[in-house]
Antibody, heavy 119, light 106 residues
Framework: EVQLLESGGSLVQPGESLRLSCAASGYVFGSCAMSWVRQGPGKGLEWVSSISKSGDITYYTNSVKGRFTISRDNSKNTLFLQMNSLRAEDTALYYC????????????WGQGTLVTVSS | DIQMTQSPSSLSASVGDRVTITCRASQSISRYLNWYQQKPGKAPKLLIYAADSLQSGVPSRFSGSGSGTDFTLTFSSLQLEDFATYYCQQSHSYPFTFGQGTKLEI
């Protein structure tokens, strides 16, 4: 059974940093790209970042470029999102997804970890 | 960035209805169009990928169509468990973008 378990979300002040983790199990982690998608309170879905199977290629939405860094450790089946210089508008539930298909679809989602940026 | 526009934003329907939701891309995305279902308090779930391919385990009453800029998600006969919010997403070009969502209500 595929499982994606996010952790690391918490309440932080503007300008602070946070590192999210996503522990994967139930499939061959290194065989799939991975992504982070977020959802602000009462809002729609927003794609944040994706990383290739090997971790050598990364993509970001414009609003987080230069502040967030996606990475993965295939030996530990874990995906990360390092978030620096956090802003109030980064407040959201952050989902980890696995993207195993050829069409870059997010075929499985974790339950999310909540990040709240507030003073 | 490619803009995705869904219509309608909300829709009232009844069990057994045939319902169609549309999604339009601001430029051609070939068939790189995915549909997700999200129920309150739950993570989204992939329904359709590549415009018309049914994800494993998804009931056949769901179907997708389209290519280029115009796409549809159709429910052949609504069931009670289908009342949720639906999002389209283009995965043709980064940054990937979602539609604003369609809330399907009884």
């Amino acid at each position: 059974e595929v499982q994606l378990l996010e952790s690391g979300g918490s309440l932080v002040q503007p300008g602070e940093s946070l590192r999210l983790s996503c522990a994967a199990s139930g499939y061959v982690f290194g065989s799939c790209a991975m992504s982070w998608v977020r959802q602000g309170p009462g809002k729609g879905l927003e794609w944040v970042s994706s990383i290739s199977k090997s971790g050598d290629i990364t993509y970001y939405t414009n609003s987080v470029k230069g502040r967030f860094t996606i990475s993965r450790d295939n030996s530990k089946n874990t995906l990360f999102l390092q978030m620096n210089s956090l802003r109030a508008e980064d407040t959201a539930l952050y989902y980890c997804t696995k993207d195993c298909g050829n069409w870059h679809q997010h075929d499985f989602w974790g339950q999310g970890t909540l990040v709240t940026v507030s003073s | 960035d490619i803009q995705m526009t869904q219509s309608p934003s909300s829709l009232s329907a009844s069990v057994g209805d045939r319902v169609t939701i549309t999604c339009r891309a601001s430029q051609s995305i070939s068939r790189y169009l995915n549909w997700y279902q999200q129920k309150p308090g739950k993570a989204p779930k992939l329904l359709i990928y590549a415009a018309d391919s049914l994800q494993s385990g998804v009931p056949s009453r769901f179907s997708g169509s389209g290519s280029g800029t115009d796409f549809t998600l159709t429910f052949s006969s609504l069931q009670l468990e289908d009342f949720a919010t639906y999002y389209c997403q283009q995965s043709h070009s980064y940054p990937f973008t979602f539609g604003q969502g369609t809330k399907l209500e009884i």
